[in-house]
């Protein structure tokens, strides 16, 4: 639709596209989901998001119940409040779908995310990518005479503001693993 | 006792423990020692059809007709391919069945051998679900579920491949008691809360309207029952979307006709109009909303639905309900009963004045001719000579289908079986033989447009094979006729490859399939000629020359909302104009 150059909201275009009643404010969501790990149940999840057109900004799957089969897999999507809502109403009809959480939504929550970096650079730089490694507690798990590989932990933008920290001593490299997440308290 | 038995044994075990009577299907290679067992009982009957995409039409058209589970069997790679179109269908239209295809062994997948394709791949987003079952102990357990999944909630497709190898080796049998369905079980009772609210919107609304859908029908013949009290109690008018036909008698004294964009005027004016909408089992189609910024401006929308994501996808909901719509229906009716039986009496017989003003419109007369016959006469003529009969309509994609769904009257569900939300074309034919192998002696007729028809033709052999007497009724106006109306409404009169040229001789054609062929083109000779239709013993079929340039009214111009309704070609020139014209 975008290429018809048809603005959202305005009246006489696309019915896809026309979501007069809802808001147009995009928010970041944290998704958890609870799946039974069955073949084939990741490609469910993404399915359904490029199917129906939803973002996806980060995602993680793994196994975390192995007697009971269950994986976690935790998206971070964007979207307006009506979308987000649509996204979790579409997930859980997916038959393998065990259980699914807004964290975003539903109160306080722990992210974190792990990063590795390698960067390159002698002299100054290296000796200032190493005292900033400290100050972000990331840990040195490879070197050689020019280059580190950093491992860090923590929240997306913690390892976003390193990241920027890093690019003009040598970054060459990032690996993500996507955002963990759970929601706080007892239950 | 657990009984050891083989794959293929499995199948057929599976499908008799699961009350099937009927599986449509067509054999190849990777299915074969399933074949080989049906082929050694009697239970369960196997009806051949010409083509994969008919299996699952057909299966379509047997659990539209019956409320149970329909059944198709296909081979790996193309047979599998073939059966996408039918599965995306039932899919769009919440149609219980299970296809059960066969793949190529085990050891062979992912080597691109013969007749392979990732079957669970390509069909994962047109099944409600889908399971490749690799290891024959799990197969009998799998099958259970596929019928458990397909029924429940919304119902929908399901898919089950079974590699070969799969079939032939041997395992313990579960049997469908044993069967882990356990986590699988949507919801079916509304919110009770929502529901007193709902009671008393409707105790106090002004102009109320139901406007009903698929689900009704989905939710069995009960939830039509209840429907229909409760609209009887009420006196609050009702509507349909193409789906909900039948929920309520269109002999009914509350009935509007169908809604949407060719639904009829008072319907969609009562939509436009209604402070209070009672959506039951329907899903705001983009047929059926037309504009959405100017969709029923003034009214407070009630949605019951089984499954949540309807619920403000397309139209945000005052009301949500989330339940089956037997059960919600059942206690509202409680409720509503228990609160008094309380309605806006004097509110409502306004309403009904003003309704009664939008039907002197007459949104369905057309101009008759003695020289051609016209599509409508055709249907009124059919409705009219086979009204009281035990008879069931299925539908072809196009004008006719719509027509048919103004024209013909139904007085109960399960009678109608049309393709809504996906619009295939070659649905139809396919459809009624299903409908008729489940109810061999009610009258079938397929109301089709000659291109449509033209699709699925091969499924004549089926019908003469199986003696089915479907009547496959073609109003023959040998051009895409839709496809025509639009390139009359929006290109120009520029009529890009929407005439039927070198069409057979349909009377030759049947003739050669060894049915029987009627073609008729006087208005005076119609009546007749339906009545031979209907009075032989046989498939037949009837070739309607009709008005080729007839154009489907009343129509409600894409991009405009329901009160913006076109009644006549006089209003249609250019009705769709710059960025409507983006929408299909």
Known sequence: MSALQIKKGSSKHSAYNLRPTFSDVQEAHTITVLVENEPGVLARVIGLFSGRGYNIDSLTVAEVDHEGHLSRITIVTTGTPQVIEQIKAQLGRIVSVRDVHDLTAEGSSVERELALMKVSGSGDKRVEALRLADIFRAQVVDSTLESFIFQLTGAPDKIDAFADLMRPLGLVQVARTGVAALSRGTA | ?584
């Open chain 2, 1 to 584: 006792m657990t009984r050891q038995m083989t794959g293929a044994k499995m199948v057929v075990q599976a499908l008799k423990d699961q009350g099937v009577d009927t599986v449509f299907g067509y054999p190849g290679g990777a299915v074969l020692p399933i074949y080989d067992e049906i082929f050694q009982q009697n239970d369960i009957q196997h009806i051949l059809v010409r083509h994969e995409q008919a299996a699952v039409h057909a299966a379509e058209g047997y659990a539209r007709s019956t409320g149970k589970v329909g059944v198709a069997l296909v081979t790996s790679g193309p047979g599998a391919t073939n059966a996408v179109t039918g599965l995306t269908d039932a899919l769009m239209d919440s149609i219980p069945i299970v296809v059960l295809s066969g793949q190529v062994p085990t050891f062979m997948i992912g080597s691109d051998a013969f007749q392979e394709a990732d079957t669970v791949g390509i069909t994962r987003p047109c099944t409600k679900h889908n399971w490749l079952v690799k290891d024959t102990a799990d197969l009998s357990s799998v099958l259970h579920q596929a019928f458990h999944v397909s029924a429940s909630g919304r119902p929908g497709p399901v898919l089950v491949d079974i590699p070969k190898d799969v079939q032939f080796a041997s395992s313990s049998y579960t049997p469908k008691p044993k069967a882990p369905v356990g986590h699988y079980q949507p919801q079916v009772k509304g919110d009770m809360e929502t529901i007193t609210a709902l009671v008393e919107a409707i105790e106090t609304a002004e102009r109320p309207v139901f406007y009903t859908g698929g689900g009704v029908i989905n939710s069995g013949p009960a939830a039509s029952q209840l429907l229909r009290e409760l609209v009887e109690a009420t006196g609050i008018p009702i509507t349909s979307t193409l789906m909900g036909l039948g929920s309520y008698p269109a002999s009914g004294k509350n009935w509007l006709g169908m809604l949407g964009m060719h639904g009829l005027y008072e319907a969609n004016l009562a939509m436009h109009g209604c402070d209070l909408m009672i959506n039951i089992g329907a899903r705001f189609d983009d047929r059926i909303t037309g504009r959405l910024d100017a969709f029923s401006p003034k009214s407070k929308k009630a949605h019951i639905d089984i499954d949540p994501s309807s619920i403000n996808k397309v139209i945000k909901t005052d009301l949500p309900i989330v339940g089956d719509v037997g059960h919600v229906l059942e206690d509202m009716l409680k409720v509503w009963k228990a609160r008094g039986r309380k309605v806006n009496r004097e509110a409502l017989a306004k309403w009904w004045r003003q309704i009664e003003e939008w039907k002197q419109v007459k949104c369905l007369s057309y101009k008759g001719s003695e020289t051609t016959i016209k599509p409508q006469y055709a249907l009124e003529r059919l409705e009219a000579l086979t009204k009281g009969r035990d008879r069931y309509i299925t539908t072809e994609v196009g004008q006719h289908q719509m027509w048919a769904a103004q024209y013909l009257g139904f007085e109960d569900p399960n009678r109608w079986m049309t393709s809504g939300g996906l619009g295939t074309m070659g649905y139809g034919f396919p459809a009624s033989v299903g409908v008729q192998v489940a109810h061999p002696e009610a009258l079938v007729i397929n109301v089709a447009g000659e291109a449509s028809w033209l699709m699925n033709m091969q499924e004549m052999g089926t019908a003469v094979q199986y003696r089915l007497p479907v009547k496959q009724f073609i109003l023959n106006n040998e051009r895409l006729g839709m496809v025509r109306q639009w390139q009359q409404l929006l290109h120009g009169e520029r009529y890009s490859s929407s005439w039927s040229e070198a069409l057979p001789d349909f009377v030759k054609l049947a003739e050669a399939f060894g049915a029987k062929g009627i073609i008729c083109k006087d208005p005076a000779d119609l009546d007749d000629a339906i009545m031979e239709m209907l009075n032989h013993d046989g498939p037949v079929i009837f070739d309607c020359l009709v008005e080729k340039h007839e154009n489907c009214f009343p129509m409600i111009p894409s991009g405009e909302p329901h009160n913006k309704m076109l009644l006549g070609d006089a209003q249609a020139t250019n009705a769709i104009a710059g960025k409507g014209a983006v929408l299909v």
